[in-house]
């Protein structure tokens, strides 16, 4: 990964000072609760890929970078919406915005990246990415409502599980590869094989990312562990346990979840399925398998530096600790 | 009104069919909650202001009827946003959606709405009108953020005041007017007429639904009387009450707005430092010449019914009681 952000270092410092540039407004929580926000250490994942895209097509320039920052205010208006709905006293491992200046705050923070996401496009991309970003946004909202639905229901099942990730992290993904693709003038096969390859590793992002939920270092994380469960999130290292799990396990998963309040001992009681199943080890299986997948379609370009990056980037994901 | 009504009736019933038909989703609860709201007997003063506007400027058609839909589709995830921020129970007197599905809903279906209308821009409208209302979302971003932070602050001014109602509700009435001059290729003088009708219109409506909520009748406006002081805003009858008003009655009004707990005595001991010196006259004479400059814009445009009739609605906003 270093040797990718190096390389792309300048484009990288570019899509910062957009990202920092466009959050001034004569309301000062305005740019307080942002740079707040973009600065807690945000891993930049999403400007990277449409960087990375981009120069995979032949280009390097002024529309990535702003498509980068728009990518980057939408996830995190998402962010500050999505810790009002989840309750969230931490991100990652700080306190949250909501925590710090009040649900309302970040409700109309959010409005406000989203209205200057959709402000920025207007002026600076083609039609095809906008109708791209438009759609994602839409994924995005459905799914976050489907997961809201979703959660505290011992029901949900692997299909639902899918339809949840794809909205709330691999369309966006997905759409920062495709964007980045449309403002090369890609249009066809190297589009398509972009958007997939972002759906893939949009896929396997969020799957180690729930991994993570369960087996990882809060230190390197900057998340709790156990987090997904106390929000009532049953991922994908948990389901697949409990598909082979016995019906006393999953009467432990089902009263963890359930229970009136959550208290560390419920999460070890269900990280004990998990770990009998091998829950984690198949969830990353998985990740791995979409990992290999979104290699696969970017056969299409020619060999090279871009490609390789591309290619690091969707095993990084896969092998990543934090 | 109702005449005017009858003479867009075809328009209005065909931006209430794409208002309707673009809520489906996989996800029940979106259509559900959005049907709820646009059910509960809003004016759809802002798709009528869009689509009368473009009649003004000789268009009538399907590009009016979308940005109709997308005007109330924006102004409808605001008032879900606000309500969470506001924690109301009530919305045009029903139970407000956040009250029977959450906050949470709330919230994300807000922004399923808000992507949908990007959505719906992006493939129906010019550049200039997209640019219009991204600017619109912003102001509204803002507005509502202001609002929030001026809650209970005892030192709230009338400039305040009209930052906050400028970004809350003139902004965006504003930008329906411009985007019906945009989709009729008006671009000139005609286009910033239209602009500035709709931003002292909006002024105008803002004001008098302030004055209403200090001496409406609560069964035409759907709200509770006071509601705006409950929620800690101070509104124009008040603050031009304020300037005028004693010591001592300062004092009242101070006390009323920061009570622990909000009592409608409270509310009671504020109107009659409001009655004493006139300050719903006052707002609503403000309100009077805000109406009276925007009838003065529309003077670029020649005689006619499109033109009484955006004259007599500016007219009807003052004067109403609902």
Chains 1, 2 share one sequence.
Not at 81 to 105: F, K, L, P, Q, Y
Not at 306 to 311: G, K, P, S, V
Request: glycine share 6%.
């Amino acid at each position: 990964m270093k040797e990718i952000l190096a390389y792309y270092r300048d484009d990288l410092a570019a899509a910062e000072e957009i990202i920092n540039g466009n959050i001034h407004s004569t309301i000062k929580v305005i740019p307080e609760l942002s740079s707040y926000i973009f600065e807690s250490g945000g891993k930049r994942f999403r400007p990277l890929l449409v960087i990375a895209s981009a120069a995979l097509c032949g280009y390097r320039g002024p529309k990535a970078h702003v498509a980068a920052c728009v990518a980057e205010y939408i996830h995190t208006a998402t962010l500050l919406h999505d810790d009002v709905v989840d309750e969230s006293d931490t991100r990652r491992g700080r306190a949250s915005a909501n925590n710090i200046w009040g649900n309302e705050a970040s409700v109309l923070v959010g409005d406000f990246l989203l209205a200057r996401a959709f402000q920025m496009m207007v002026q600076n991309l083609d039609s095809q990415s906008l109708q791209v970003m438009a759609q994602a946004c839409m994924h995005l909202a459905e799914g976050e409502i489907l997961q809201l639905l979703k959660s505290f229901d011992v029901g949900t099942t692997v299909e639902d599980y899918y339809s949840i990730i794809f909205g709330k992290t691999a369309a966006l993904i997905s759409a920062c590869c495709e964007v980045g693709a449309l403002i090369s003038g890609e249009e066809g096969a190297r589009r398509e094989a972009l958007k997939r390859y972002g759906q893939e590793i949009g896929y396997a992002f969020q799957i180690v990312d729930d991994c993570l939920d369960v087996v990882g270092n809060p230190e390197k994380t900057g998340k709790p562990l156990g987090n997904d469960l106390k929000e009532g999130k049953l991922t994908l290292p948990i389901l697949l346990a409990l598909e082979r799990s016995t019906r006393e396990e999953k009467k432990k998963v089902r009263d963890a979840l359930l229970a009136d309040e959550f208290k560390p001992q419920l999460f070890v009681q269900v990280r004990e399925v998990v770990e009998k199943y091998r829950g984690v080890e198949q969830a990353r299986e998985r990740a791995r398998e979409h990992a290999a997948r979104a290699i696969e379609y970017l056969e299409v370009f020619e060999d090279g530096l871009e490609r390789e990056y591309l290619i690091a980037m969707a095993r990084f994901i896969v092998e990543r600790d934090m």
